[in-house]
Protein backbone atom coordinates (compact mmCIF):
# COMPACT_ATOMS: atom_id res chain seq x y z
CA UNK A 1 0.00 0.00 0.00
CA UNK A 2 0.99 3.62 -0.37
CA UNK A 3 1.94 5.46 2.22
CA UNK A 4 4.26 8.73 2.82
CA UNK A 5 6.43 8.81 6.00
CA UNK A 6 7.55 11.73 8.40
CA UNK A 7 10.33 10.54 10.46
CA UNK A 8 10.64 14.10 12.50
CA UNK A 9 7.53 14.17 14.47
CA UNK A 10 8.78 17.54 16.48
CA UNK A 11 11.59 19.65 15.68
CA UNK A 12 12.91 22.61 18.23
CA UNK A 13 15.55 24.83 16.29
CA UNK A 14 16.85 28.10 17.04
CA UNK A 15 16.85 30.92 14.31
CA UNK A 16 18.99 30.67 11.45
CA UNK A 17 19.69 27.35 12.02
CA UNK A 18 19.77 24.73 9.21
CA UNK A 19 16.19 23.05 8.42
CA UNK A 20 16.04 19.59 7.21
CA UNK A 21 12.57 17.48 7.43
CA UNK A 22 12.56 14.16 6.41
CA UNK A 23 9.87 12.42 3.83
CA UNK A 24 9.60 8.81 2.69
CA UNK A 25 7.12 7.69 0.21
CA UNK A 26 6.63 3.74 -0.90
CA UNK A 27 5.10 3.61 -4.17
CA UNK A 28 7.64 2.51 -6.93
CA UNK A 29 5.43 4.30 -9.98
CA UNK A 30 5.73 8.03 -11.22
CA UNK A 31 4.40 9.96 -8.39
CA UNK A 32 3.48 13.79 -7.57
CA UNK A 33 5.01 15.26 -4.27
CA UNK A 34 4.22 18.24 -2.21
CA UNK A 35 5.05 19.77 0.79
CA UNK A 36 1.67 22.08 2.99
CA UNK A 37 2.57 24.06 6.38
CA UNK A 38 -0.24 25.27 8.05
CA UNK A 39 1.20 28.03 10.51
CA UNK A 40 -0.85 28.71 13.84
CA UNK A 41 -4.26 29.28 13.63
CA UNK A 42 -3.82 29.27 9.81
CA UNK A 43 -5.01 27.11 6.72
CA UNK A 44 -3.07 24.81 5.50
CA UNK A 45 -0.81 26.23 2.17
CA UNK A 46 1.28 24.82 -0.23
CA UNK A 47 5.17 25.08 0.39
CA UNK A 48 6.28 23.55 -3.19
CA UNK A 49 5.29 20.90 -5.58
CA UNK A 50 7.39 18.40 -7.77
CA UNK A 51 5.73 17.02 -10.71
CA UNK A 52 8.44 16.19 -12.70
CA UNK A 53 11.54 17.90 -14.02
CA UNK A 54 14.27 19.13 -11.96
CA UNK A 55 14.14 17.20 -9.21
CA UNK A 56 15.06 20.00 -6.89
CA UNK A 57 12.14 22.05 -6.46
CA UNK A 58 11.77 25.30 -5.14
CA UNK A 59 9.22 27.16 -2.84
CA UNK A 60 7.94 30.25 -1.12
CA UNK A 61 9.25 31.73 1.52
CA UNK A 62 12.94 30.43 0.68
CA UNK A 63 11.89 26.84 1.18
CA UNK A 64 13.58 23.88 -1.59
CA UNK A 65 12.77 20.37 -1.56
CA UNK A 66 14.66 17.33 -3.40
CA UNK A 67 13.22 14.56 -5.21
CA UNK A 68 15.60 11.53 -4.57
CA UNK A 69 13.77 8.70 -6.96
CA UNK A 70 16.10 6.06 -5.45
CA UNK A 71 15.57 6.65 -2.26
CA UNK A 72 12.14 7.61 -2.42
CA UNK A 73 12.13 11.07 -0.73
CA UNK A 74 11.04 14.48 -0.75
CA UNK A 75 12.90 16.11 1.90
CA UNK A 76 12.60 19.78 2.76
CA UNK A 77 15.33 22.18 3.43
CA UNK A 78 15.56 25.70 4.67
CA UNK A 79 19.03 26.95 4.90
CA UNK A 80 18.11 29.81 7.90
CA UNK A 81 15.06 29.43 9.32
CA UNK A 82 13.12 32.42 11.10
CA UNK A 83 10.75 32.59 14.23
CA UNK A 84 8.08 32.99 11.43
CA UNK A 85 8.78 29.63 10.28
CA UNK A 86 7.21 28.08 13.22
CA UNK A 87 4.54 26.13 12.09
CA UNK A 88 3.15 22.10 11.19
CA UNK A 89 4.32 20.96 7.94
CA UNK A 90 3.21 17.98 5.98
CA UNK A 91 4.15 15.89 2.79
CA UNK A 92 1.65 14.20 0.89
CA UNK A 93 1.92 11.94 -2.19
CA UNK A 94 0.51 10.93 -5.41
CA UNK A 95 0.72 7.99 -6.52
CA UNK A 96 0.30 7.20 -10.13
CA UNK A 97 -3.76 8.33 -11.63
CA UNK A 98 -4.72 7.55 -7.70
CA UNK A 99 -7.42 9.97 -7.01
CA UNK A 100 -6.32 10.91 -4.01
CA UNK A 101 -3.66 11.92 -1.93
CA UNK A 102 -1.54 10.02 0.91
CA UNK A 103 -0.07 12.95 3.54
CA UNK A 104 2.45 11.96 6.41
CA UNK A 105 1.37 12.45 9.85
CA UNK A 106 3.24 16.01 9.87
CA UNK A 107 6.18 17.41 11.58
CA UNK A 108 5.46 20.29 14.01
CA UNK A 109 8.68 22.67 13.98
CA UNK A 110 9.42 25.22 16.96
CA UNK A 111 11.87 27.82 16.14
CA UNK A 112 13.35 29.32 18.78
CA UNK A 113 14.17 33.40 18.73
CA UNK B 1 -11.04 37.47 -2.58
CA UNK B 2 -11.95 34.96 0.36
CA UNK B 3 -10.62 31.97 -1.33
CA UNK B 4 -12.65 28.65 0.70
CA UNK B 5 -14.57 29.75 3.54
CA UNK B 6 -15.79 26.79 6.02
CA UNK B 7 -18.86 27.73 9.01
CA UNK B 8 -19.30 27.26 11.94
CA UNK B 9 -15.77 27.39 12.92
CA UNK B 10 -16.54 25.41 16.08
CA UNK B 11 -19.20 23.22 16.94
CA UNK B 12 -20.14 21.25 20.01
CA UNK B 13 -22.77 18.03 19.18
CA UNK B 14 -24.64 15.53 21.38
CA UNK B 15 -24.34 11.78 19.99
CA UNK B 16 -27.61 11.08 17.93
CA UNK B 17 -27.70 14.78 16.59
CA UNK B 18 -27.03 15.67 13.10
CA UNK B 19 -25.42 18.36 11.51
CA UNK B 20 -24.52 20.09 7.94
CA UNK B 21 -20.97 21.49 7.51
CA UNK B 22 -20.69 24.35 5.03
CA UNK B 23 -18.17 24.82 2.53
CA UNK B 24 -17.82 27.59 -0.03
CA UNK B 25 -15.06 28.70 -2.35
CA UNK B 26 -14.83 31.76 -4.73
CA UNK B 27 -11.94 30.75 -6.74
CA UNK B 28 -14.00 29.08 -10.09
CA UNK B 29 -12.36 25.88 -9.03
CA UNK B 30 -14.28 22.90 -10.09
CA UNK B 31 -13.28 20.07 -7.49
CA UNK B 32 -13.47 20.32 -3.88
CA UNK B 33 -13.04 18.17 -0.79
CA UNK B 34 -13.40 16.78 2.42
CA UNK B 35 -10.73 16.25 4.92
CA UNK B 36 -10.71 15.15 8.73
CA UNK B 37 -7.62 15.39 10.92
CA UNK B 38 -7.14 13.76 13.82
CA UNK B 39 -4.13 13.54 15.95
CA UNK B 40 -1.44 10.69 15.15
CA UNK B 41 -3.28 10.05 11.68
CA UNK B 42 -3.15 12.94 10.01
CA UNK B 43 -5.22 13.84 6.65
CA UNK B 44 -7.52 12.09 5.91
CA UNK B 45 -9.78 11.98 3.12
CA UNK B 46 -14.08 11.58 3.55
CA UNK B 47 -15.35 12.75 -0.03
CA UNK B 48 -14.45 14.73 -2.99
CA UNK B 49 -16.44 16.41 -5.89
CA UNK B 50 -14.14 16.20 -9.05
CA UNK B 51 -16.66 18.87 -10.82
CA UNK B 52 -20.17 19.77 -10.29
CA UNK B 53 -22.54 17.43 -10.12
CA UNK B 54 -20.16 14.41 -9.06
CA UNK B 55 -19.20 13.10 -5.92
CA UNK B 56 -17.02 10.27 -4.66
CA UNK B 57 -16.32 8.48 -1.53
CA UNK B 58 -12.64 8.87 -0.18
CA UNK B 59 -10.61 6.92 2.52
CA UNK B 60 -13.38 7.41 5.51
CA UNK B 61 -17.02 8.23 4.49
CA UNK B 62 -18.43 6.24 6.84
CA UNK B 63 -20.89 8.13 8.53
CA UNK B 64 -20.90 11.80 6.44
CA UNK B 65 -22.92 12.22 3.49
CA UNK B 66 -22.24 14.99 0.74
CA UNK B 67 -23.76 17.49 -1.63
CA UNK B 68 -22.16 19.24 -3.99
CA UNK B 69 -25.18 22.32 -4.00
CA UNK B 70 -23.62 24.24 -7.15
CA UNK B 71 -20.02 24.85 -7.95
CA UNK B 72 -19.83 26.88 -5.32
CA UNK B 73 -20.47 25.62 -2.50
CA UNK B 74 -19.71 21.57 -1.16
CA UNK B 75 -21.50 20.47 2.16
CA UNK B 76 -20.48 17.63 4.66
CA UNK B 77 -23.50 16.64 6.72
CA UNK B 78 -23.58 14.03 10.05
CA UNK B 79 -26.86 12.38 10.05
CA UNK B 80 -26.09 10.84 13.54
CA UNK B 81 -22.72 12.15 14.89
CA UNK B 82 -20.48 9.69 17.13
CA UNK B 83 -17.71 10.21 19.38
CA UNK B 84 -15.40 9.36 16.89
CA UNK B 85 -16.65 11.84 14.51
CA UNK B 86 -14.86 14.30 16.94
CA UNK B 87 -12.28 16.21 14.58
CA UNK B 88 -11.07 19.30 12.88
CA UNK B 89 -12.65 19.41 9.40
CA UNK B 90 -10.88 20.72 6.05
CA UNK B 91 -12.50 21.70 3.09
CA UNK B 92 -10.45 22.03 0.30
CA UNK B 93 -10.97 23.20 -3.74
CA UNK B 94 -8.52 22.98 -6.50
CA UNK B 95 -8.87 24.36 -10.01
CA UNK B 96 -8.88 20.42 -11.63
CA UNK B 97 -8.67 16.96 -9.59
CA UNK B 98 -5.51 15.79 -8.48
CA UNK B 99 -2.84 16.69 -8.81
CA UNK B 100 -3.42 20.27 -8.62
CA UNK B 101 -2.56 22.60 -5.68
CA UNK B 102 -5.24 22.40 -3.44
CA UNK B 103 -6.41 25.46 -1.34
CA UNK B 104 -7.70 24.81 1.93
CA UNK B 105 -10.52 26.90 4.63
CA UNK B 106 -9.49 27.29 7.87
CA UNK B 107 -11.38 24.17 9.40
CA UNK B 108 -13.99 23.45 11.75
CA UNK B 109 -13.60 22.08 15.38
CA UNK B 110 -16.31 19.43 16.41
CA UNK B 111 -16.78 17.54 19.14
CA UNK B 112 -19.26 15.16 19.74
CA UNK B 113 -20.25 14.09 23.47
Known amino acids: AQSVSQHNHHVILSEAASLELGCNYS??????LFWYVQYPGQHLQLLLK????DPLVKGIKGFEAEFIKSKFSFNLRKPSVQWSDTAEYFC???????????WGLGTSLAVNP | NAGVTQTPKFQVLKTGQSMTLQCAQD?????MYWYRQDPGMGLRLIYY???????DKGEVPNGYNVSRLNKREFSLRLESAAPSQTSVYFC????????????FGPGTRLTVL
Open chain 2, 27 to 31: MNHNS
Open chain 1, 50 to 53: YFSG
Open chain 2, 49 to 55: SASEGTT
Open chain 1, 92 to 102: ALRAGNNRKLI
Open chain 1, 27 to 32: YGGTVN
Open chain 2, 92 to 103: ASSEAPFPHEQF
